[in-house]
């Protein structure tokens, strides 16, 4: 019991990553039973980063194993971020660090957001990508946002 404890305690050290809120979707296969395959529209804000904003599109299998969380996903994604409000970095940020995952199989394969940045353009770079526990694949998607100021209304 007190180990069981300990690991919810611990969960709550761990550092938050960005929580999708899912926009909406388009079905791309109809399914006679159990959802239709789709391509879904999500946004997240970038945990580190204040006044970065993304948008992403992925999509998801339906069918019954797709309702019911067995299905794996297709590595299909886009991502699209911008700048939405001042950027003020809050936390250092490491290249390559990890802004978002979701899993896209019920085991062994997710699809992650990191986050690296060009300092010699004063930039952030976003990359969406997928991976497995034995092989990847190489379908990606980058966004750039560069660092600029932010006029507030009626300035």
Known sequence: MNK???LMAGMWLLPL???????GSVDTVFKFLGPDDKIV?????DPKVDGVSCHMSRAKTGGIKGGLGLAEDPSNASIACRQTG??????????GDEVFTVKTSLVFKELHVVRFFDRKRNTLVYLVYSDRLIDGSPKNSIS????RPWDKPGS
């Open 17 to 23: 990553a960005a929580q999708a809120e899912e926009l």
């Open 144 to 147: 750039s946002v560069p660092i």
């Open 4 to 6: 069981i404890l300990g």
């Open 41 to 45: 529209l999500e946004a997240f804000d």
């Open 86 to 95: 001042p950027i003020e970095i809050r936390e250092p940020i490491k290249d």
